[in-house]
Nanobody, 119 residues
Framework: QVQLVESGGGLVQPGGSLRLSCAAS????????MSWYRQAPGKGRELVAH????????NYADSVKGRFTISRDNAKNTVYLQMNELKAEDTAVYYC????????????WGQGTQVAVSS
């Protein structure tokens, strides 16, 4: 029953913006830190952004800092990634990841959504 469903990916031009969403169900969303990871072709999975369960603290990969914003709406069980000033190197499959704040065995991955930045 646990699900993380990403949406909002697609093709966008360099300099453009895209907003990803990850809808969670089947677990207590507000007990979980949420992250966005990405995996570009031929590369490993990279942590892009992270947000604590109640949303006061965030952190970002250096490559996206100042351009991307992670946020969450616990009432909607949804985490977002607002991506601005997109670059070609942002092209990747973006994955939503949930991790319980204290219980290491409680973690979940979404299936991913493709983001392509190209002119």
């Amino acid at each position: 029953q646990v699900q993380l469903v990403e949406s909002g990916g697609g093709l966008v031009q360099p300099g453009g913006s895209l907003r990803l969403s990850c809808a969670a169900s089947g677990f207590t969303f507000s007990s979980y830190a949420m992250s966005w990871y990405r995996q570009a072709p031929g590369k490993g999975r990279e942590l892009v952004a992270h947000i604590t369960p109640l949303g006061p603290n965030t952190n970002y990969a250096d490559s996206v800092k100042g351009r991307f914003t992670i946020s969450r709406d616990n009432a909607k069980n949804t985490v977002y990634l607002q991506m601005n000033e997109l670059k070609a190197e942002d092209t990747a499959v973006y994955y939503c990841y949930a991790e319980h704040a204290f219980i290491s065995t409680m973690w979940y991955w979404g299936q991913g959504t493709q983001v392509a930045v190209s002119s």
